[in-house]
């Protein structure tokens, strides 16, 4: 899905910017999960919820950016960038998954099995563009500066 602009604004700046804020966001709140048994049931569904709409973001903020890379010339860090946004749609994507599997488990009194697999994911090293400045930001700030 490739949205160029949104309200007149290219809309990979705009949609790029939930991920990078929420997936660290929704990783923490697992890691307090994990240690604070009792939030489980309390925030497992909001938290489910928001990582799904965080994986749509990140597809829309993937769509976005791939209607931008054809405006922009093309180099080696644009496709690095792309590459990584392809894999951090994967990672919200299964994040997003075992958090609404976590629900379920919860539902079903099966947190011991699921909870391993959820920090897991929560916490695994990402190769993302939340997580690497000089591909992300980095590339932003130095277009601007030129």
């Known amino acids: 899905m490739e949205l160029d602009n949104f309200m007149g604004v ?16 929704l990783t923490l709140i697992v890691i307090v999960m ?7 049931e309390k925030y497992a569904l909001p938290t489910a919820v928001v990582a ?6 990140t597809f829309l903020a993937a769509g976005a950016g791939e ?8 180099s080696k860090l644009i496709e690095d960038h ?10 919200a994507l ?4 075992l958090l609404v599997g976590l ?23 990402r190769s993302s563009p939340c997580c690497s400045p000089s591909c992300s930001s980095g590339w932003s700030w130095r277009s601007a500066r030129t």
């Open 103 to 125: 629900v379920v488990a919860i539902r079903k009194n099966l947190t011991k099995f699921v909870m391993p697999l959820v920090l897991l994911s929560a916490v695994a090293p």
């Open 94 to 97: 299964l994040f997003a998954l």
């Open 10 to 25: 290219p809309a990979h700046p705009l949609f790029v910017h939930l991920p990078i804020v929420l997936i660290p966001i």
């Open 34 to 40: 994990v240690v604070k048994p009792d939030w489980r």
């Open 67 to 74: 209607a931008l890379e054809k405006r922009v010339e093309h």
């Open 52 to 57: 799904v709409l965080t994986a749509i973001a």
């Open 82 to 91: 792309a590459e990584l946004g392809d894999q951090t749609k994967i990672l």
